[in-house]
């Protein structure tokens, strides 16, 4: 049986690898913030990515998948943040291959 690219996104945030996280991120894919307007491309990511799981207070409370197929992933997260803030992250991608070729944030 297939692991899930939710179940295979989890697992590497939770062991915080970033090999392993960017190993299911596509070549071609564009990274969307909505928050900040910010757009990034898979080798611009590799660097936020990697900052943002090594710092141990970028924390993922809790996650839950709302929708996958072999197309689509909808996930919402609770998150901490190095600030001591907290907020809800919708996070919506495309899949193309069994990669993240596009993901957006809200």
């Not at 596509?26 to 660097?47: C, L, M, P, T, Y």
């Amino acid at each position: 049986m297939n692991t899930s690219v939710y179940d295979k996104l989890q697992k590497v945030l939770d062991d915080r690898n970033v090999e392993g996280y960017l190993g299911l991120i596509h070549d071609d894919a564009q990274i969307i913030f909505h928050k900040s307007g910010d757009r990034f491309n898979k080798s611009e990511w590799v660097s936020v990515v990697g900052g943002m799981m090594r710092n141990p207070k970028f924390v993922k409370d809790a996650s839950r998948c709302i929708y996958e197929d072999s197309d689509m992933l909808v996930s919402d997260t609770f998150m901490s943040y190095p600030g001591d803030t907290k907020e809800a992250v919708m996070l919506v991608c495309m899949l193309k291959d069994g990669q993240i070729i596009r993901m957006e944030t809200r």
